[in-house]
């Protein structure tokens, strides 16, 4: 189910559509990806997902 509450996002530094697959390259080792959410009050929160 597609968030609705989002207003923007960024995936590794490239926009993201709400229940849209985004497609990362990954490297041998550790992967980080950061997320970064806008809601619709401006305010934004930056999440990290690392990958191994």
Known sequence: MPCTLL???VVNGAAATS????????NV????IPVIVTAQDGTT?????TIT
């Open 7 to 9: 207003q923007t996002a």
């Open 19 to 26: 229940g849209t697959a985004r497609e990362v390259q990954l």
């Open 29 to 32: 080792g550790a992967n980080s």
């Open 45 to 49: 929160k930056t999440y990290t997902i």
